[in-house]
């Protein structure tokens, strides 16, 4: 009998055949050869199904599943239960996993045993693959914690984890849809170190259609309960939220979250998203984004922190759609909420015109 893989890679898909191929061959191809891949097709009604089969017939380390819909959670603990492997990756299928990822996360969780969860660095591509910026995570576990109880700060496609780590918090929650990671992550850090590397591991696709006001509201909620579940965790030993079945702003009045908080917190999510496709080219979507981010403000008392947010991302939209007038005005609107954005501004000029001339003074030798 073949002994178990070390890493199992578990992908749910649901409707993915677009990107599929693309998602599916950036596993096949990675430089860790000894692996399983398990795909759940999760009730797919385009060609997904027919797509994984064929990829199955030719590569033996596929194993498919196929299932009635029952969402991304539910996909995603039984792919942990059907894992064979010690340590599990996470794909989504239209993402891309750079060649050498799977390796660099088994070395590092193999030489790191305190470490339950190791994410990395991503690049952004566009709907059409075009590539974009760099997004890098605090990477050590004394970085990552600073910010982790603010917000995440790991793309969910691009860790690995240790199964019997995440079995012994119970898996992934469903009420927390769509920060269902986010969660994880904070119950995972309750008993665990947890990294990111520095270098890239994943192309992590944005397109339009994935970001809608519905998610974003949900995700804020959802964002939310998992910090104030963490609280009540640290403070009591007991989570309320192993019996609710959605988060709404009730479930969160109840644990002793405002309203004011819970707008401040979509309205972020909004800023956020926005500023993401900003990176990708897609403006338009972005200034509907922030023109919704916008009309929320005027309902609530809201921070100059947030207001300045709002502007800069404004700007950068304008900026984009050659409008600099108007970005020039909203840039100066960022600016007079936050003061500190002049100085922060003014040293990333600095910090380049350093680089260049540093780099000037390598040609000339």
């Known amino acids: 009998m073949a002994s178990s893989p070390l890493v199992s890679v578990i992908m749910p898909v649901y409707n993915g055949e677009r990107y599929l ?6 596993i096949l191809g990675q430089t860790l050869r000894g692996f399983e891949f398990i795909i759940l097709n ?8 027919s797509l994984i089969e064929r ?7 596929i194993r498919v599943y196929h299932q009635e819909n029952r969402g991304l959670v539910a996909a995603i603990n039984r792919l942990l239960a059907l894992s064979q492997g010690p340590y599990v990756a996470r794909m989504d299928a239209d993402d891309i996993s750079l060649p050498h990822r799977l390796e660099a996360q088994l070395n590092f969780l193999e030489a790191n045993s305190s470490v339950a969860l190791v994410g990395g660095a991503i690049g952004l591509i566009s709907d059409s693959s075009v590539p974009s910026q760099i997004v890098r995570y605090p990477a050590t576990d004394h970085d990552i914690r ?6 995440n700060c790991f793309a969910h496609p691009a860790v690995m984890m240790r199964k019997d780590a995440v079995r012994a918090v119970g898996g992934y929650r469903s009420c927390f849809l769509p920060a269902e990671d986010y969660d994880l992550w904070l119950r995972l850090a309750e008993r665990s170190k947890l990294a990111n590397l520095r270098d890239p591991v994943l192309k992590y696709r944005i397109h339009p259609h994935q970001i809608s006001s519905r998610n974003l509201n949900q995700e804020a909620l959802c964002s939310l309960a998992a910090q104030a579940a963490a609280r009540m965790r640290h403070k009591t030993g007991c989570d309320p939220l192993w019996e609710i079945e959605r988060i709404t702003p009730t479930v969160l009045a109840e644990m002793g979250v405002s309203a004011e908080t819970i707008q401040e917190a ?7 998203w926005a500023t993401i496709l900003l990176l990708v080219g897609e403006s338009k ?7 919704e981010a916008a009309a929320r403000l005027r309902t609530v008392v809201y921070s100059r922190h947030l207001l300045a947010g709002l502007n800069k991302a404004y700007s950068r939209a304008h ?27 003014l040293w ?14 390598g040609e000339q030798t």
């Open 21 to 26: 191929p693309q998602a599916i061959e950036s």
């Open 42 to 49: 999760d009730g797919s009604t385009d060609g997904t199904a």
């Open 55 to 61: 990829y199955a017939r030719v590569d033996s380390r």
């Open 146 to 151: 600073r910010v982790l109880f603010r917000h």
């Open 266 to 272: 979509t309205v972020d999510a909004y800023i956020r």
């Open 285 to 291: 979507r972005a200034v509907a984004l922030l023109d």
């Open 319 to 345: 900026l984009k759609q050659g409008r600099f007038f108007s970005a020039l005005v909203s840039g100066v609107k960022a600016c007079s909420m936050e003061p500190s954005l002049v100085l922060k501004l």
């Open 348 to 361: 990333r000029r600095v910090r380049s015109l350093s680089q260049f001339l540093r780099s000037r003074g």
